[in-house]
């Protein structure tokens, strides 16, 4: 399983960013699709993940601010970020995993946002 994320870049404090990723499989068939970020210095943290039945889980940190979206016609999952602020800056993984735990990783693609 590949997947390819892009959609990061610089941004002002209070701008917003899309992110999306797409994924070489049939998303529909995996437990979770997501998203997590790694700050420089701190360990890799949850962003947004949604279920197969489509439950929605949020860091506390962007709850509000960022919406996360798949679109399994396209096999590809989106991160909308809004009201971005200087914390977010980090480098954002997309994520799947499958039925058996197996988990699979994008590239990552980094988000700066400027104070």
């Known amino acids: 399983v590949q997947l390819q994320a892009c959609g990061g870049g610089l941004v002002q404090a209070g701008g917003s960013l899309r992110l999306s990723c797409v994924v070489s499989a049939n998303i529909s068939g995996f437990k979770t699709t997501g998203w997590y970020r790694q700050a420089p210095g701190k360990q890799r943290e949850l962003v947004a993940q949604v279920t197969a039945d489509y439950t929605i889980t949020y860091a506390d940190s962007v709850k509000g601010r960022f919406t996360v979206s798949k679109d399994n016609a396209k096999n590809t999952v989106y991160l909308q970020m809004s009201s971005l602020k200087p914390e977010d800056t980090a480098v954002y993984y997309c994520?799947?995993?499958?039925?058996?735990?197996?988990?699979?990783w994008g590239q990552g693609t980094e988000v700066t946002v400027s104070s």
């Open positions: 994520n799947v995993v499958n039925w058996v735990l197996a988990r699979y």
